[in-house]
């Protein structure tokens, strides 16, 4: 036990950041599950207005310290990617089913 009155004060004060951080980590992963699962959905117009709130969260928590910038960037990157590629999936289905040869 911390027998000084900073090292004391040190406790209830990392105590309290762990906490806080703890629920900001809590938040960016729901956000990117919830993210992941309309990905599997593959609902177009639902991804949309998701894309940028998740990608607003992921800034978020390097702004607050939760994640490193490059986790972020790397995570940034693959959602994107992977929302690309429904968009694209669903814009060629339509113009596929036509061309028969």
């Known amino acids: ?3 000084t009155k900073s090292a004391i004060k ?3 004060h990392d105590e309290k950041r762990r906490l806080i951080n703890k629920g900001n980590s ?3 992963r729901t956000g990117i599950k919830k993210f992941r699962s309309l990905l599997e959905q593959k609902n177009k117009e639902e991804l949309q207005k998701a894309l940028p709130q998740t990608l607003s969260l992921i800034d978020k928590s390097v702004h607050k310290k939760t994640i490193l910038q ?7 990157s693959r959602l994107t990617k992977h929302y690309n590629d429904i968009v ?3 814009a060629e289905k339509p113009s596929g089913e036509s061309k028969k040869d």
Do not use: P, Q, W
């Not at 986790?71 to 940034?76: E, G, S």
């Open 88 to 90: 694209k999936e669903t």
């Open 1 to 3: 036990m911390a027998h």
């Open 70 to 76: 490059n986790t972020a960037a790397r995570l940034k």
């Open 10 to 12: 040190k406790i209830r």
């Open 26 to 28: 809590g938040k960016l």
